[in-house]
């Protein structure tokens, strides 16, 4: 009989968060490294899982391992292994190859076109809130030792990575916004003449500050919390200034950011449908909106189509939706953890809300504190 391990996630004829054991796996592939968890970060997508009963588990089995943010340490390898060793500090990247699309086929499981690809805690693959893991070795990132505690950071830090990524090679199209030379959209200081309005102060929401704060952006974060929230401290930490959007309309909010016309970045992070969409008509010329948030449900809405239309065509302005990321962005997530903690004085520690052991996992997901941003749970 194999060994087991506790695993926390979802079954499929039960509702709300549930154990299970499951089998320690082993490797089966040269390709292959064996990791031990030591640390599982939990948010947004794991809540929402189980508040929408939305579970998404392999055929064949009755069980879901949740959590997709992670950092451990490997303790065996396959044979043909050649970037890591026994004892390597890594997380592991979360989406898994179609195999079939050309973006899989070099490495860009995040912009797959067929749909078919799985996700580590979140669609058919087992994820991290459990003791160890087996991951083909393209998938599994070296993580510097000195930054184990901001291991679970890795992860949504690159949704926010990929985001700034996107509007770095889109708005590159535009050399003559700025004629300083240090404010090119490849230089570290591209957003020094740039101003962006953040949608949501959660976690990536916050990460997406840290990165436009790091690269001199000025930035207004927006959320319908009170100031003196540990998530609107935290923004005005990194330099940003806060929106209250309660009782606001769209122009109040961007009349409070910015003048007609500089409104050059917005990043949605909220998954707010409403408030989303009603921004886009304040767009400044040239500007681009990046949306990371995925609501749930249905939610209708009446705009004048043919307005925005207009607007996006005359104003050559770019809305582009960006989910997931790849292994690029989890080492540029890496490098910049330490630029992020240097420039703001070790802010990721305070962003560090709650933390668990995983026999506490009925505490974590019973948690109704709204105040919360990055939630970590001790495996080992």
């Known amino acids: 009989m194999s060994e087991t391990m506790l695993a926390i996630g979802l079954k499929r004829n039960a509702k709300g968060i549930q154990e299970a054991q499951i089998p320690i796996p082993k490797i089966t592939k040269p390709t292959e490294a064996l990791i031990k968890i030591k640390e599982t970060g939990i948010c947004g997508t794991d809540f929402n899982m189980i508040k929408y009963d939305s579970k998404d588990i392999a055929e064949g089995e009755d069980f879901i391992t949740l959590g997709h943010e992670v950092i451990g340490t490997v303790e065996k390898i396959g044979s043909e292994v050649k970037t890591l060793k026994e004892g390597d500090l890594v997380t592991a990247t979360v989406r898994r190859s179609c195999g079939i699309c050309n973006p899989c086929l070099h490495s860009q499981s995040d912009m797959c076109m067929t749909g078919l690809f799985k996700e580590r805690g979140i669609h058919k693959l087992h994820g991290f809130l459990t003791k160890y893991v087996v991951d083909e070795e393209e998938y599994v990132v070296k993580v510097p030792k000195e930054l184990e505690k901001y291991g679970v950071f890795i992860e949504p830090l690159s949704i926010a990575e990929k985001g700034i990524e996107q ?100 990043f949605e992070a909220s998954g707010a449908s409403d408030l989303a969409i009603s921004l886009i008509p304040y767009m400044s010329r040239s500007s681009i909106y990046v949306m990371t948030g995925i609501p749930k449900g249905e939610k209708h809405t009446i705009f004048d189509a043919h307005a925005i239309l207009r607007q996006i065509v005359r104003h050559n302005q770019v809305i582009v939706g960006s989910v997931n990321s790849n292994r690029n962005h989890f080492v540029m997530a890496i490098n910049d953890i330490k630029r992020i903690n240097k420039k703001f004085n070790n802010i990721l520690d305070e962003a560090i809300t709650h933390r668990f052991t995983l026999s506490q996992y009925k505490e974590i997901f019973d948690l109704k504190e709204k105040d919360r941003i990055k939630i970590v749970v001790g495996i080992d």
């Open 167 to 266: 509007i770095k090679i889109i708005q590159s199209r535009m050399p003559w916004s700025c004629a300083h030379p240090k404010h090119r959209f490849e230089e570290e200081e591209w957003g020094h003449c740039k101003t962006a309005l953040v949608i949501g102060a959660g976690p990536i929401g916050f990460l997406a500050t840290c990165l436009l704060r790091l690269g001199g952006v000025n930035t207004y974060v927006v959320e319908i919390v009170d100031e003196a929230s540990l998530k609107i401290q935290l923004a005005k930490e990194l330099g940003a200034q806060y929106i209250d959007a309660r009782n606001k309309k769209p122009e109040d909010i961007v009349n409070l950011c910015c003048n007609v016309g500089t409104l050059d970045i917005i």
